[in-house]
């Protein structure tokens, strides 16, 4: 009986062990592409601050067909860091006068907050990535010049699955770089 019951806490333990194969996929935005900073702005991207519950690694997403007010993460995936430190590297890279160290004065600053950062499924094969982003630019001498603008950046998923999400949230940052530049540069308060 003694040695019954050893042989089956082995097999109940063996197959414990080896019943977690999933793999952790981590994941960012890929390489940068060639885009690069406009020269001709003078801008200091701040830290993109977020959402409290946007402030982790797990990639989230929302079932719109059952209840898009149901946060979940993936199970075996995650972002490489928050989706505001991958957004405020990725954007640093291509917005303003690009990586601006915070100890020089610059013309302008831009803050961002980021409120909506996930994967969102109408179907299960039919998924989007949502951002919503608040920006905020304001001339450094003049602190109560401002301009708010809301961007709000759907884009479909190539696949219904995380690396799918992955993707598409890729594409919506090299896009906002772009609207960036493009609503800073008709402000023109911001020219070096």
């Known amino acids: 009986m003694k040695t019954l019951t050893v042989w089956l806490v082995a097999f109940v333990l063996a197959g414990c062990a080896s019943g977690n194969n999933l793999t952790m996929e981590t994941y960012d935005f890929g390489l940068p592409g060639s885009a690069s900073a406009a ?25 719109e067909y059952r209840d898009p007010r149901v946060l979940t993460p993936y199970s075996a995936s995650r972002w490489a860091g928050t989706p505001a430190a991958l957004l405020t590297i990725r954007l640093r ?20 907050f980021l409120s909506e950062f996930s994967q969102v499924f109408a179907t299960e094969q039919d998924s ?34 995380a690396a799918g999400a992955a993707a598409a949230f890729s594409d919506i940052a090299a896009s906002m770089a772009q609207q960036l530049n493009a609503w800073i540069a008709e402000a023109g308060t911001c020219k070096s």
């Open 39 to 63: 020269v001709d702005q003078d801008v200091f991207l701040a830290d993109i601050r977020a959402a409290d519950w946007l402030n982790t690694t797990d990639m989230l997403y929302r079932l």
């Open 128 to 161: 989007r990535a949502v951002m919503h982003l608040r920006a905020t630019l304001s001339v450094s001498a003049a602190s109560e010049r401002a301009s708010v603008r809301e961007f709000r950046i759907e884009q479909p998923a190539p696949s219904a699955n």
């Open 93 to 112: 890279q291509s917005v303003g006068n690009g990586m601006s160290v915070r100890g020089r004065q610059t013309r302008c600053t831009l803050t961002l």
